[in-house]
């Protein structure tokens, strides 16, 4: 199973931007698809954005369409998430998860995982 580290979070005000990387280490990131997720305070996990193998497909929940753009350089083993004019409802813990089929199915599989990584806390001020 590939290894994630989520980086690239912290404390913003309302407004700002902020981009986000997922890296992969032990094994090359380059065939798997790739999902961003947060989860805010006493909140469940909830998908936000994806992007297939090759980054030719693009996915994301309806309500974040416009903010946040997903994107990957397989070159360098990582996967980003560019999230601008963010809200204070953005505040949450931000993970990332892959998919070894490559191809995008949706988000359950990811969200069905136990094994997730630390995460990066991502807090919008108002």
């Known amino acids: 199973q590939v290894q994630l580290v989520e980086s690239g979070g912290g404390l913003v005000q309302a407004g700002d931007s902020l981009r986000l990387s997922c890296v992969a280490s032990?094994?090359?990131?380059?065939?798997?698809?790739v999902g961003w997720f947060r989860q805010a305070p006493g909140k469940e996990r909830e998908f936000v954005a994806g992007?297939?193998?090759?980054?030719?497909?693009?996915y994301y929940v309806d309500s974040l369409k416009g903010r946040f753009a997903i994107s990957r350089d397989n070159a360098k083993n990582t996967v980003y998430l560019q999230m601008s004019s963010l809200k204070s409802e953005d505040t949450a813990v931000y993970y990332c998860?892959?998919?070894?089929?490559?191809?995008?199915?949706?988000?359950?599989?990811?969200?069905?995982?136990?094994?997730w990584g630390q995460g990066t806390q991502v807090t919008v001020s108002s």
């Open positions: 992007i297939t193998w090759n980054g030719d497909s693009t």
């Open positions: 998860a892959a998919d070894p089929r490559g191809s995008w199915y949706g988000p359950e599989l990811m969200l069905a995982d136990d094994h």
């Open positions: 032990g094994r090359s990131l380059s065939s798997y698809a």
